[in-house]
């Protein structure tokens, strides 16, 4: 989406806003879920990190250290010029033995960010049927279907191919057919899994209210 510069007026916006009221520009993370069907659909959510998560000063609560630590690899994707949350590019000829440069942003299986992206869904409202399809168990979304990363100045961006999947395109293809009358609280996290990693915290919640997806609109 914003690699591609689908969101390249919205992200100018945003700088332009953030100059004029003097402020820091904020660090979005972007996650765009590609919802199969004809016609394909994106969901694509926006969160801006606050510059108290984000600032540079020794931190007074070690939890938040240890998760900007890990938000920071995650933030680091191979070949994009970007190291951690810094937004200035470097020399990618740094790149070790083994690293990839960004091209259509597929990572290894294996890679620490589809290790660790989860994704914490609930069916607030809707059919039974389709709650019990979604369930409310917490999904690291890149061990099952494919995730690409890109990474920008001032953000980094996880796409979700649902198509990838056809588990998750059957369930996504019952809710898009009723998305309407449901309501879904999503939230996003990074999963710890050490001592030095926890606890987890959630990057940021989202609840979509009947969204129609037929009034989805092309983004310039």
Known sequence: IASKGKCSKRLKELERISNEKGKKVP???????????????????????????LDNE????????????????????????FKGLERNKENINHLKEGEITLGDGILPIGDFRNERFKLLPCIVEGPFLVKQA???????????????????????????????????ARIVGICRGVSASLTVDIGITLEGR??????ERCLGVARLHNLDLNCAEDLE
Not at 67 to 78: G, I, N
Request: proline share 7%; glycine share 6%; no cysteine.
């Open 194 to 199: 050490s001592e030095d990693e926890l606890p």
């Open 27 to 53: 660090f979005l993370f972007l996650l765009n879920i590609q919802v199969p069907g004809d016609p394909l659909k994106s969901i694509v959510f926006w969160w801006a990190l606050s510059e108290e998560l």
């Open 58 to 81: 020794p931190q007074n609560e070690d939890s938040k250290t240890k998760f900007m630590d890990l938000l920071s690899k995650y933030a680091e994707v191979p070949g994009s010029g």
């Open 134 to 168: 979604v369930g409310k168990k917490p999904a690291l979304l890149g061990r099952k279907l494919t995730q690409r990363y890109f990474r920008g100045k001032n953000y980094i961006e996880t796409d979700v191919d649902v198509a990838s999947s056809n588990i998750a």
